[in-house]
């Protein structure tokens, strides 16, 4: 399940960081999107031990197996959508990227801007 997690925490941060403007909101949204429900689901499990005051042997195993499997579906739609938004992403963020390129090189074009080469020294005859 870690594999899965490292896995998930991968494609889903790559997907946004193509989507964040900032670094912050795109880790925030990488764990979110990954660990929220299997921490919710930790959560909640812990609750209903301490509710229930004792629960067989069985039933803790079901109920860990779940959490399992619940998490690893997670992960799966969480893998299965980054990688479908970047197949998609990527493409328009490269074009926006250059369309942004050309759209500056027209205004410094328009603005007559110096342009400075470097120029082999000439030798001295």
């Not at 941060?13 to 900032?22: H, T, V, Y």
């Amino acid at each position: 399940m870690v594999y899965l997690d490292f896995k998930a925490m991968g494609e889903a941060g790559m997907w946004m960081s193509l989507r964040s403007l900032r670094h912050r909101t795109a880790a925030l949204g990488t764990i979110v999107r990954v660990m929220a429900l299997n921490w919710v689901a930790a959560l909640l499990l812990t609750f209903l031990v301490i509710s229930s005051r004792g629960l067989s042997e069985g039933a803790v195993a079901t109920i860990f197996a779940a959490w399992f499997v619940l998490g690893i579906v997670n992960d799966a739609i969480v893998i299965g959508r980054a990688r479908a938004e970047l197949a998609s992403g990527l493409r328009s963020c490269l074009a926006e990227n250059r369309a942004a390129d050309q759209a500056s090189d027209v205004a410094g074009a328009a603005l007559h801007l110096p342009v400075y080469t470097a120029t082999a020294p000439s030798a001295a005859p």
